[in-house]
Nanobody, 118 residues
Framework: QVQLVESGGGLVQAGGSLRLSCAASGRTFSIYAVGWFRQAPGKEREFVAR????????YYADSVKGRFTVSRNNAKNTVYLQMNSLKPEDTAVYYC???????????WGQGTQVTVSS
């Protein structure tokens, strides 16, 4: 099991930037793929971005492609989500989750609130 803690959320104006961090402890974090998800009020949780265990392969939702960048530093057991050109529709609670090879996203953080004002 991996314990995950997100940080870096906050209030930002449209067009601004934030960097979220997902700090991990527990089992060997470097073997896990990590995904970022978000959930806005009244909406279902949606996929945002994902990085492979090495950081060499990344995927993005179409809605954030070109604006968000996911990266990881396994030496620091941390995954980052750099969010640029933020829009009000990016407002949500952002979660990171860890996924072992061949497994599911079973380990989740508590979430961090991102609010983008217009």
């Amino acid at each position: 099991q991996v314990q995950l803690v997100e940080s870096g959320g906050g209030l930002v104006q449209a067009g601004g930037s934030l960097r979220l961090s997902c700090a991990a402890s527990g089992r060997t974090f470097s073997i896990y793929a990590v995904g970022w998800f978000r959930q806005a009020p009244g909406k279902e949780r949606e996929f945002v971005a994902r990085t492979s265990w090495s950081g060499g392969i990344t995927y993005y939702a179409d809605s954030v492609k070109g604006r968000f960048t996911v990266s990881r530093n396994n030496a620091k057991n941390t995954v980052y989500l750099q969010m640029n050109s933020l829009k009000p529709e990016d407002t949500a609670v952002y979660y990171c989750a860890a996924k072992p090879a061949g497994g599911d996203y079973n380990d989740w953080g508590q979430g961090t609130q991102v609010t983008v004002s217009s």
